[in-house]
């Protein structure tokens, strides 16, 4: 091997998952930190589990409530327009 050119290995690097398992592996870095492994992983475990790293089912949720209050008021209107109708009517 060339010398000053190779990084450092570590033959007994940890890679810690965020479930809590560690595994022992070669690595050039000492600790590497990772989300899922497959001690945790739904094809693994036969578990369903949401693995939500970019929050996108936390902004899908603020949405549909934003969406599901708009239809209240849009629902609303409705239901104000139909009684207008019908007092109109009523007139006649
Ligand atoms: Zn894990």
Redesign the pocket.
Known sequence: MKKDIHPIYYDKAKII?????TIVTGSTQPEIH?E??????PFFTGKQKLIDAARRIDKFQKRLEKQTELAKVKIGRKAKRTRQIKIKKQAQ
């Open positions: 998952c965020a479930c809590g398992n990772i899922i492994c497959s001690a945790c992983h």
